[in-house]
T-cell receptor, first 114, second 115 residues
Framework: AQSVAQPEDQVNVAEGNPLTVKCTYSVSGNPYLFWYVQYPNRGLQFLLK??????LVKGSYGFEAEFNKSQTSFHLKKPSALVSDSALYFC????????????FGKGTRLHILP | KAGVTQTPRYLIKTRGQQVTLSCSPI?????VSWYQQTPGQGLQFLFE???????NKGNFPGRFSGRQFSNSRSEMNVSTLELGDSALYLC??????????????FGPGTRLLVL
């Protein structure tokens, strides 16, 4: 069965510093990986996805993520954090070889400190 | 292009009642998925509909049901409400729903409080 883990409930980063939000996954087939962000009292917004191709995926708002097959990871990164990046971030995985549902991680709350 | 809309946005019910939530996907999208979000359990998949057929179902009791209409609008129903059903219910739409790589676009959610 597929699964996804976000090992950190909360990440604190000073404004201007680089940020990383971690995600590891487990699927039996080819992984389709997604990152979403949720602002307070809002639905989820799509940031980026990895389907195939380059391991470094660029997305919205200056975010990027690196697919690492050997470590089964898909960490979200940004070179310079903004206070407005403070939100709840979700990693999700879907098995590309099966017509199955998407699985979301528990979420990581990102706090950018001014 | 209008986004995913969900109605109502807020709802208060009492235990034992039933509730129906509505979701209108982005125009042209044929796949609609429903999720339950709670602080303790996070985001949990309820079900997915594509062209009026349920394609996938999560691990929820039979009290949770859904359907999709020919115009792709979807409803989910929860019967015999329990306190634990209090949650944010999110709807997401995607264009084809097949292949697994389609981006899902989420609505703002319906916040249900069961007293």
């Amino acid at each position: 069965a597929q699964s996804v883990a976000q090992p950190e409930d909360q990440v604190n980063v000073a404004e201007g510093n680089p940020l990383t939000v971690k995600c590891t996954y487990s699927v039996s087939g080819n992984p389709y990986l997604f990152w979403y962000v949720q602002y307070p009292n809002r639905g989820l917004q799509f940031l980026l996805k990895y389907i195939t191709g380059d391991n470094l995926v660029k997305g919205s708002y200056g975010f990027e993520a690196e697919f690492n097959k050997s470590q089964t990871s898909f960490h979200l990164k940004k070179p310079s954090a903004l206070v407005s990046d403070s939100a709840l971030y979700f990693c999700a995985v879907r098995d590309g070889n099966r017509d199955d549902k998407i699985i979301f991680g528990k979420g990581t709350r990102l706090h950018i400190l001014p | 292009k209008a986004g995913v809309t969900q109605t109502p946005r807020y709802l208060i019910k009492t235990r034992g009642q039933q509730v129906t939530l509505s979701c209108s996907p982005i125009s042209g999208h044929r796949s609609v998925s429903w999720y339950q979000q709670t602080p303790g359990q996070g985001l949990q998949f309820l079900f997915e509909y594509f062209s009026e057929t349920q394609r996938n179902k999560g691990n929820f009791p039979g009290r949770f049901s859904g359907r999709q209409f020919s115009n792709s609008r979807s409803e989910m129903n929860v019967s015999t409400l329990e306190l634990g059903d209090s949650a944010l219910y999110l709807c997401a739409s995607s264009s084809t729903g097949t292949g697994g790589f389609e981006t899902q676009y989420f609505g703002p959610g319906t916040r249900l409080l069961v007293l």
